[in-house]
């Protein structure tokens, strides 16, 4: 787009990358070139969301404006949404209705994506993820201390642990689908970063901060009392030394026993990410062939990882 700055007028204003994004592209479809600005600096307070603006000529920009109108309103047979509807599946999954949409997008936001924007209105959901953790090692400690007030402090921290295990907060994302719905640069898109399990149970984290910071505290304790009930349910049956964890590297070698064949080797294959943000990869190899490879923010986390996906592979 080679008009002058001077020229160009903002038909569009909202503070969701994607919907910037949706816009922009609905325009560049239609043969009028858009481009995307924010002039507001990244704060250390990333829920303040900042304004992107869609500007396009002064020549073109009726002619914008009306077809973002006629989009609005396009539903039904054709199968165009409203602009911001596309997370609604996800509100109606986890149970809760965001007042501010952008704190969703915002918590489901990775930094790949981060790094291929240029508009320098997007952030990445990191310190949502670390708030996520806070509130619900609060939440969960809250639970149990009223659930099984005859266990001692150290069968709680355990059960704790357990409960709020990467593995465990990423079965619980992979049941809400929220791979599908993670906000990746196209390098993650391409490399499965939909489905690492890494990923959800970070994006997971920072969901419940979203639900937090947009609903308060008893938003969040309501989704996650849903989230963990059978969870609970679960170590009040089988007592306080319950795991929530599935051991899949000794199942993997009990299946591998079972046909005949040699026991698994795991093999740790890259690492990644900050000192305190460390991600590890680890492949399992059944007869000196990889079968399976997974991320996690331990070797042990990622050769268990690993070790599911290769019972779900083998075992088909």
Do not use: C
């Amino acid at each position: 787009m080679d008009e002058p700055l001077s020229d160009l007028v903002v038909i569009f204003r909202t503070p969701s990358p994607i919907e910037a994004d949706v816009v922009r592209g609905l325009l560049d479809a239609h043969g009028i070139p858009a481009l995307v600005t924010s002039d507001m600096a990244r704060t250390p307070f990333p829920f303040s969301l900042n304004e992107l603006r869609v500007t396009v000529s002064d020549a073109m920009a009726e002619q914008a404006r009306r077809l973002i109108a006629s989009h609005r309103e396009e539903v039904g047979p054709a199968g165009i949404a409203p602009f911001g509807s596309e997370l609604e599946p996800l509100e109606r999954r986890i149970g809760y209705r965001f007042r501010d949409r952008g704190l969703l997008e915002h918590a489901l936001t990775h930094r790949s994506r981060v790094h291929e924007d240029a508009s320098g209105g997007v952030i990445d959901n990191e310190s949502l993820e670390f708030l996520g953790d806070s509130v619900l090692g609060f939440i969960i400690a809250d639970r149990l201390f009223r659930t099984f007030p005859q266990h001692n402090e150290g069968q709680k921290s355990k059960l704790k642990a357990s409960l709020v295990s990467a593995a465990s907060l990423a079965r619980l994302g992979e049941q809400l689908g929220l791979g599908e719905f993670l906000i990746l640069g196209r390098g993650e898109e391409k490399t499965g970063g939909r489905r690492k399990q890494a990923l959800i149970a970070d994006g997971y984290e920072a969901l419940i901060a979203a639900i937090y910071l947009d609903g308060g505290v008893e938003a969040v304790r309501t989704f996650l009392d849903r989230q963990f009930d059978d969870l609970i349910a679960q170590a009040q049956r089988t007592g306080a030394h319950a795991t929530f964890t599935e051991d899949y590297k000794s199942a993997l070698q009990e299946w591998l026993q079972a046909s005949g064949r040699g026991l698994p080797v795991y093999r740790l294959i890259g690492e990644s990410g900050p000192p305190h943000h460390r991600l590890f990869e680890v492949e399992v190899l059944v007869g000196g062939e990889g079968v399976a490879r997974a991320e996690g923010r331990s070797k042990k986390e990622a050769a268990q990882a690993a070790a599911r996906l290769a019972l779900d592979r083998l075992a088909r």
